[in-house]
């Protein structure tokens, strides 16, 4: 199992940067995604990175802006958002899983979530 926290949310204009860490605890060998919901939207995904970093996936509407990296040695994956939009307001979740899913139902371990909300 694992166990995972989020951190690094906020408030933010249109155009400005948020970097979101998520640390993880127990068997850290996974891979791992980030996924985002809005209020009255199913949870989508984002990004994920595989344990090795050789392997990146994203979202279209985040490609381009936003960075998922990986510090193995700190147990900790990063998510940097750049040139944000206000259609990115949601609360993100940090996600681990044996392999990749684009389905969030696929991912069996879950942060309690950080609320990023950007303000036009």
């Known amino acids: 199992q694992v166990q995972l926290v989020e951190s690094g949310g906020g408030l933010v204009q249109a155009g400005g940067s948020l970097r979101l860490s998520c640390a993880a605890s127990g068997r850290s060998r996974y891979t791992m995604g980030w996924f985002r919901q809005a209020p009255g939207k199913e949870r989508e995904f984002v990004a994920a990175?595989?344990?090795?970093?050789?392997?990146?996936y994203y979202a279209d509407s985040v490609k381009g802006r936003f960075t998922i990296s990986r510090d193995n040695a700190k147990n900790t994956v990063y998510l940097q958002m750049n040139s944000l939009k206000p259609e990115d307001t949601a609360v993100y979740y940090c996600a681990g899983e044996t392999t990749y899913y684009y389905r969030a139902a696929s991912w069996n371990y879950w942060g309690q979530g950080t609320q990023v909300t950007v303000s036009s």
């Open positions: 990175i595989t344990w090795s970093s050789l392997d990146t």
